[in-house]
T-cell receptor, first 113, second 106 residues
């Protein structure tokens, strides 16, 4: 059974803290994605990676960075968390082709106080 | 600004009724995927359509891709409470629509 796991289901942080969200996939997928999901706005792409140590900005990269040191792991970093980064964060992975299925993790609900 | 427009935003129906949700864009889709997301979970792929005019069926779900590849619809026949969820369309170049929240009442 294919699996994408995220390090936490719920996370509460304070403004200004550095936050790490971890995502691991066991399908040997090349592509990995980070989205945030807000009511009425759907899923918005923050960053994606198509190979180890490669990263591309998505639609809303400001305030975020990513790291992909190993193929199976893709980390999202909030250098200095702000209240407007309170959201649901979803990680996904997919195989090589552009319209291959994306497999999603269960999400991390992050609250920044 | 959402490049993929989904409508309606919310839909609440009684078990056994039919429903249709829509996904539209001013741009031509490269391909289109439909996902369903249940509360507390990540989205799960239902179908991918690639060819203009394509129709795909998945049990009680029928997916249509417009001839011009700028619109798509998802029709559910005899909806059941298990169909409740957020339905999202996705084109890998245009990202995701905001989704349609479907509630099927028993």
């Amino acid at each position: 059974d294919v699996k994408v796991t995220q390090s936490s289901r719920y996370l509460v942080k304070r403004t200004g803290e550095k936050v790490f969200l971890e995502c691991v996939q066991d399908m040997d997928h090349e592509n990995m994605f980070w989205y945030r999901q807000d009511p009425g706005l759907g899923l918005r792409l923050i960053y994606f990676s198509y190979d180890v140590k490669m990263k591309e900005k998505g639609d809303i990269p400001e305030g975020y960075s990513v790291s992909r040191e190993k193929k199976e792991r893709f980390s999202l970093i909030l250098e200095s968390a702000s209240t407007n980064q309170t959201s649901m964060y979803l990680c996904a992975s997919s195989g090589g082709f552009s319209y291959n299925e994306q497999f999603f993790g269960p999400g991390t609900r992050l609250t920044v106080l | 600004t959402q490049l993929l427009e989904q409508s309606p935003q919310f839909l609440s129906i009684q078990e056994g009724e039919n429903l249709t949700v829509y996904c539209n864009s001013s741009s031509v889709f490269s391909s289109l995927q439909w996902y369903r997301q249940e509360p507390g979970e990540g989205p799960v792929l239902l179908v991918t359509v690639v060819t203009g005019g394509e129709v795909k069926k998945l049990k009680r779900l029928t997916f249509q891709f417009g001839d011009a590849r700028k619109d798509s619809s998802l029709h559910i026949t005899a909806a059941q409470p298990g169909d409740t969820g957020l339905y999202l369309c996705n084109d890998y170049k245009l990202s995701f629509g905001a989704g349609t929240t479907v509630t099927v009442r028993a």
